[in-house]
């Protein structure tokens, strides 16, 4: 079965604190991962996609097979990183198609 | 920049209506899709499209329908609204390219079912 698991509901943590989102996922075949960001009264954006192997606003993201896992990182978190962060697995020839995880509530606090 | 809008921020609808959402997109992408949204449950795939003309049901179709008469505009459509249609509703457009092709969202319909 294809699915995105993200375990926690709720993150909080303190300013300069390191953050890691957790994301797993099931799929029978080579997987294409990305995180999308939802900051508060904006749409629903990419953050960055396991492809790209980039960093973005400090953000990076490892696939690992091994664990079936697409955690998300940062070493020292923002208040501006608060958000709503989902992991979504590619599930069409197109771009677009995603099976997306529950979501992850990030708080940075000050 | 580009462009995906959804034509009404907020909706409050009878049981039983009929409902239309509307979604425009302004990039000439071939690929448009109709998510819900629901704290808990993250986004669920109702219906998705390729072409004009064409739609192909997502995950959780059930209750709703979708029309594309033009490459850019999506409607998803409630036939008989129900309260438990309550919901976030966003609609994504994508270009044609690979599995990794990003998908643009638009700001999303807030749809409350009376």
């Known amino acids: 079965a294809q699915r995105v698991t993200q375990p926690e509901k709720l993150l909080s943590v303190f300013k300069g604190a390191p953050v890691e989102l957790k994301c797993n996922y099931s799929?029978?075949?080579?997987?294409?991962l990305f995180w999308y960001v939802q900051y508060s009264r904006q749409r629903l954006q990419l953050l960055l996609r396991?492809?790209s192997r980039e960093s973005i606003k400090g953000f990076t993201a490892d696939l690992n097979k091994g664990e079936t896992s697409f955690h998300l990182k940062k070493p020292f978190a923002q208040e501006e990183d608060s958000a709503m962060y989902y992991c979504?697995?590619?599930?069409?020839?197109?771009?677009?198609?995603?099976?997306f995880g529950q979501g992850t509530e990030l708080s940075v606090k000050p | 920049d580009v462009k995906v809008t959804q034509s009404s921020r907020y909706l409050v609808k009878r049981t039983g209506e009929k409902v239309f959402l509307e979604c425009v997109q302004d990039?000439?992408?071939?690929?448009m899709f109709w998510y819900r949204q629901d704290p808990g449950l993250g986004l669920r795939l109702i219906y998705f499209?390729?072409?004009?003309?064409?739609?192909e049901k997502g995950d959780i179709p059930e209750g709703y329908s979708v029309s594309r008469e033009k490459k850019e505009r999506f409607s998803l459509i409630l036939e008989s609204a129900s309260t438990n249609q309550t919901s976030m509703y966003l609609c994504?457009?994508?270009?044609?390219?690979?599995?990794?092709?990003?998908?643009?969202f638009g700001q999303g319909t807030r749809l409350t079912v009376v």
């Open positions: 994504a457009s994508s270009p044609t390219g690979g599995w990794d092709t990003e998908a643009f």
């Open positions: 799929y029978s075949g080579s997987p294409e």
């Open positions: 396991h492809i």
């Open positions: 979504a697995l590619s599930v069409g020839n197109q771009g677009g198609k995603l099976i």
């Open positions: 990039m000439d992408h071939e690929n």
């Open positions: 499209s390729y072409d004009v003309k064409m739609k």
